[in-house]
């Protein structure tokens, strides 16, 4: 599976790296990986890296995806920010974004780890 997750002792941070072909039904495995991993805190936020991405969001991904969305957010995510390396990891994560505010996640799309953090972090 192109995408890992990590989470380090003692943060509310879940850090999610991307590389290759993915596809929202992997995302939402990612998800059920990140929602079972005793380490996660009770109000999280997730910082996604993309690097090379290949990927497209595809009408059959929705429902995997939504119900991934329901659960993050019932577990009690604040806020998920991407990171893209390139163009079309870009434009890959705007579009996975726009989906998750229609599920009421809030999530934005960067191209600087700083400004991604800072806005995670950011309790307004």
Same mark, same amino acid.
């Given at each position: 599976?192109?995408?890992?997750?990590?989470?380090?002792?003692?943060?509310?941070?879940?850090?999610?790296? %991307?590389?290759?072909?993915?596809?929202?039904?992997?995302?939402?495995?990612?998800?059920?990986?990140?929602?079972?991993?005793?380490?996660?805190?009770?109000?999280?936020?997730?910082?996604?890296?993309?690097?090379?991405?290949?990927?497209?969001?595809?009408?059959?991904?929705?429902?995997?995806?939504?119900?991934?969305?329901?659960?993050?957010?019932?577990? %009690?995510?604040?806020?998920?920010?991407?990171?893209?390396?390139?163009?079309?990891?870009?434009?890959?994560?705007?579009?996975?974004?726009?989906?998750?505010?229609?599920?009421?996640?809030?999530?934005?799309?960067?191209?600087?780890?700083?400004?991604?953090?800072?806005?995670?972090?950011?309790? %307004?």
């Amino acid at each position: 599976m192109p995408l890992r997750h990590d989470i380090p002792i003692a943060s509310d941070l879940v850090f999610v790296t %991307g590389h290759g072909p993915i596809t929202a039904t992997e995302g939402a495995s990612l998800a059920r990986q990140v929602l079972a991993d005793v380490r996660l805190a009770p109000e999280f936020g997730m910082l996604v890296r993309l690097g090379e991405v290949e990927s497209e969001v595809r009408a059959q991904d929705a429902e995997p995806a939504k119900g991934a969305a329901a659960d993050l957010k019932a577990r %009690g995510l604040r806020r998920a920010a991407i990171v893209a390396a390139d163009d079309h990891g870009f434009e890959f994560g705007r579009e996975v974004a726009a989906s998750a505010r229609r599920f009421g996640l809030a999530m934005e799309v960067f191209r600087d780890d700083i400004e991604a953090v800072t806005w995670l972090l950011d309790d %307004g």
